[in-house]
């Protein structure tokens, strides 16, 4: 099994809109094990979108699948004017 954690700097006063969306987003693409989360300690106005997969390709299928839906573009329209900064770490559960 995979951990796959976004993680994303808001601008300033945009952490929380951001958060929302992503909370709808992985809502609607119901992703496995998905949760977002803020910071409490650390960097200022991070937000963590975090879903699991079983495999390396179940989450490549899975991203080819969200990328080229219509409801990706509706769910997540103005999402990268609410941050400055952004990575992806993919994780195996040992």
């Known amino acids: 099994m995979f ?3 976004n993680t ?4 300033p006063g945009c952490a929380s809109k951001l958060a929302a969306q992503l909370k709808e987003a992985v ?3 119901q992703m496995p094990g998905a949760r977002v989360m803020s910071d409490v300690t650390g960097d200022f106005n991070r937000v963590i979108m975090e879903h699991t997969a079983e495999s390396l390709e179940e989450f490549e299928k899975r991203m080819q699948e969200v990328m080229g839906s219509p409801m990706y573009r509706e ?3 103005g999402y990268t ?3 400055m900064t952004g990575s992806r770490e993919v994780l195996r559960v040992v």
């Not at 994303?8 to 601008?11: H, I, P, T, W």
């Open 3 to 5: 951990v796959i954690r």
């Open 8 to 11: 994303f700097v808001a601008k």
């Open 27 to 29: 809502a609607a693409f």
């Open 75 to 77: 769910r997540l329209a």
């Open 81 to 83: 004017e609410l941050w």
